[in-house]
């Protein structure tokens, strides 16, 4: 299996403009997580998908970030409008919910946005 | 809620000597345990997990972890680090039921030298 596949790998924006990012996870996983990760406050879980249904969006952190899972091979996480301070990486992972298994999350290799 | 503590946000070993990542967690039962590394430019990679069981847990690379209930701690270990260990690493702790949210500790860089 290729692995969690994000994308873009780098995005360069100005503020006010839209932001997608992309995530494709492992085959076979039901599971889907979105993290941000900056020096300040570490890696932070935004938003987690089950069978392709947010259970947990109390990290997303304001109405900018929204997040949608239209069937189990994609999700997207939109930044509308961008930001400085949503300068950070990005993680996409995905696991499977099964016994003893449902905590093995796969990490993408992320995208680095940088908003000027 | 649970958490995640890392004491040491830097560690620089020499080369084969041993290495010891401390890791304190809080939560009210027995939580479900797990390391991770992050090379640069890099995602997190799993290292191990402690679900049950026996609490000396081995993982990849040569890595290997202690659950000790009595400390509320999980560090993790290498008797002779080598320099592509180089990375950092992060300690993270999930409920042992239900919701499967995992909370990362704020990571441990470590630095090998020659």
């Known amino acids: ?23 494709k996870p492992i085959s076979g996983h039901n599971s889907l997580f979105w993290y941000r990760q900056t020096m300040m406050r570490g890696l932070e879980l935004l938003i987690y998908f089950n069978n392709n249904v947010p259970i947990d969006d109390s990290g997303m952190p304001e109405d900018r970030f929204s997040a949608k899972m239209p069937n189990a091979s994609f999700s997207t996480l939109k930044i509308q409008p961008s930001e400085p301070r ?9 696991s499977f919910w099964g016994e003893k298994m449902a905590y093995e999350q796969y990490f993408g290799p992320g995208t680095r946005l940088t908003v000027t | ?81 080598h320099w592509s260990d180089a990375a950092e690493y992060f300690c993270a702790v999930a409920p042992s039921g239900g919701y499967q949210k995992v909370t990362f500790g704020i990571g441990t860089k470590l630095q090998v030298i020659p």
């Open chain 2, 1 to 81: 809620a649970q958490s995640v503590t890392q004491p040491d946000i830097h560690i620089t070993v020499s080369e084969g000597a041993s290495l010891e990542l401390r890791c304190n967690y809080s939560y009210g039962a027995t939580p479900y345990l797990f390391w991770y590394v992050q090379s640069p430019g890099q995602g997190l990679q799993l290292l191990l997990k402690y679900f049950s069981g026996d609490t000396l847990v081995q993982g990849i690379k040569g890595f290997e972890a202690e659950f000790k209930r009595s400390q509320s701690s999980f560090n993790l270990r290498k008797p002779s680090v």
């Open chain 1, 86 to 94: 949503d300068s950070a990486v990005y993680f996409c992972a995905s």
């Open chain 1, 1 to 23: 299996d290729a692995g969690v596949i994000q994308s873009p790998r780098h995005e360069v924006t100005e503020m006010g403009q839209e932001v997608t990012l992309r995530c």
